[in-house]
T-cell receptor, first 116, second 116 residues
Framework: GAGVSQSPRYKVAKRGQDVALRCDPISGHVSLFWYQQALGQGPEFLTYFQNEAQLDKSGLPSDRFFAERPEGSVSTLKIQRTQQEDSAVYLC??????????????FGPGTRLLVL | AQKITQTQPGMFVQEKEAVTLDCTYDTSDPSYGLFWYKQPSSGEMIFLIYQGSYDQQNATEGRYSLNFQKARKSANLVISASQLGDSAMYFCAMREGRVGNTPLVFGKGTRLSVIA
């Protein structure tokens, strides 16, 4: 079956520009996570959705970052007035969320954002 | 404090040999899960193996096995019969709590290079 897809794969933005990154999770997956991966580092948590509800946004670095998942499937991460420090790979992951168990998160290929 | 520590920035292994990638973790939650992911140069995070904190036996998935030593809080990944295609970044990650709606915390990763 189809995995997690993300678009665009690459985005170059001028400083101050707004960007929107899209994530299509695996069909039927309840949970959706966004992570930010700086160069040479492991991914760091940004925000989490359960269906359409954003239950945790504690990792969003500033109020310039906004995420939504209005119908509980596709999610969009929006960054307003991009800054150079926003340059990173943005990873989306989804999981089925059963009542317990391993809850593996499956990742998309990421969007590589470069802010000039 | 670091929740996931990967002390080997880079490792080399001869093709067909086995290699162990180290991971130690820190948590006070009795329920947690430990994951290993592979990230090739193309960028996607590929799930390899999972170990739950209550699992009695070490997890195995094909050529991957997890050497889980709970008292030492270590979860080392063992790759047997290394192949050239195993060259990639490897990340250890932990999810705390029994329910699956908590984010993964990643280590900084280990770059594995397989030599012919």
């Amino acid at each position: 079956g189809a995995g997690v897809s993300q678009s665009p794969r690459y985005k170059v933005a001028k400083r101050g520009q707004d960007v929107a990154l899209r994530c299509d999770p695996i069909s039927g997956h309840v949970s959706l996570f966004w992570y930010q991966q700086a160069l040479g580092q492991g991914p760091e948590f940004l925000t989490y959705f359960q269906n359409e509800a954003q239950l945790d946004k504690s990792g969003l670095p500033s109020d310039r970052f906004f995420a939504e998942r209005p119908e509980g499937s596709v999610s969009t991460l929006k960054i307003q007035r991009t800054q150079q420090e926003d340059s990173a790979v943005y990873l989306c992951a989804s999981s089925l969320q059963t009542s317990g168990g391993e809850e593996t998160q499956y990742f998309g290929p990421g969007t590589r954002l470069l802010v000039l | 404090a670091q929740k996931i520590t990967q002390t080997q920035p880079g490792m080399f292994v001869q093709e067909k040999e086995a290699v162990t990638l180290d991971c130690t973790y820190d948590t006070s939650d009795p329920s947690y899960g430990l994951f290993w992911y592979k990230q090739p140069s193309s960028g996607e995070m590929i799930f390899l193996i999972y170990q739950g904190s209550y699992d009695q036996q070490n997890a195995t998935e094909g050529r991957y096995s997890l050497n889980f030593q709970k008292a030492r809080k270590s979860a080392n990944l063992v790759i047997s019969a290394s192949q050239l295609g195993d060259s990639a970044m490897y990340f250890c990650a932990m999810r705390e709590g029994r329910v699956g709606n908590t984010p993964l915390v990643f280590g900084k990763g280990t770059r594995l290079s397989v030599i012919a």
